[in-house]
């Protein structure tokens, strides 16, 4: 079962679709305050983060949120492949003030659930999502949506989500079962946990490895950075 489905959409009453409705009601009581941005990332690449990115927005698009899922993944971008969505335009070129982002926003690809992909980019991704045109999207979108969930890069790849953690509510971790070894999970939540970000906890992904598993196993971290970068680049090429 390949990672890019929409357990909603395939089959409501699924036990992943069920654990989904457990993430969305256990973020919501995590505190009072409201969530109107939240950040999704891994460790590694293949963890299914954005399986859970795609996955969590449109369970709180079912229970009527107006919600935006933002793709800032920009070295991989995967919302769009999700929904069936053209990739070539996006967020990238909002950032680099090509276009406008209202004019490239992709309207209702599911009931109450809006998308902005991105098209791939090498080049300057940090800088741009640090940048200040990428804090007033977040703001202007925030003004528009009940929710946006932001799709991030992995963290042993770049240290977006860090960044991004900054101008958003919280952040979910998500984690391919078997998959990270111990010393690359409290290394990821470091960068997470130095920027300041609120962790709203870590989802346990892909546990039934004959339906979800990968095989594959990682070790060793701080000399792997580089490594984890290329191949993530690369995969599709």
């Given amino acids: 079962m390949t990672e890019r489905k929409l357990y909603f959409k395939l089959d409501g009453q699924s036990p992943v679709a069920e654990s989904l409705r457990v993430l969305r009601t256990n973020i919501h009581f995590i505190d009072e305050k409201?969530?109107?941005?939240?950040?999704?990332?891994?460790?590694?690449?293949?963890?299914?983060?954005?399986?859970?990115?795609?996955?969590?927005?449109?369970?709180?698009?079912?229970?009527?949120?107006?919600?935006l899922l933002l793709d800032c993944d920009l070295r991989r971008p995967r919302a769009h492949s999700t929904f069936g969505v053209e990739g070539r335009h996006g967020l990238s070129e909002v950032l680099m003030g090509e276009r406008n982002v209202e004019e490239l926003i992709v309207k209702e690809v599911e009931k109450n659930l809006d998308l902005l992909p991105t098209k791939p980019m090498e080049q300057n991704v940090t800088e741009l999502l640090q940048s200040k045109k990428m804090e007033s999207l977040v703001e202007e979108v925030q003004e528009k949506y009940d929710l946006v969930v932001i799709d991030t890069a992995p963290l042993m790849v770049a240290t977006d989500a860090a960044i991004l953690s900054k101008i958003s509510d919280g952040v979910i971790f998500v984690n391919g079962y078997d998959m990270v070894s111990k010393k690359e999970l409290l290394y990821a939540k470091e960068i997470l946990s130095s920027a300041g970000a609120n962790i709203y906890g870590m989802v346990v992904n892909k546990i039934d490895n004959s339906g979800y598993g990968y095989g594959y196993k990682s070790h060793g971290y701080y000399n792997n950075n580089y490594r984890y970068y290329q191949d993530y680049i690369k995969e599709d090429k």
């Fill in 34 to 67: 409201e969530k109107k941005t939240v950040v999704v990332t891994s460790a590694i690449p293949k963890e299914g983060k954005s399986f859970i990115a795609a996955n969590y927005a449109m369970s709180e698009a079912m229970v009527g949120k107006k919600v």
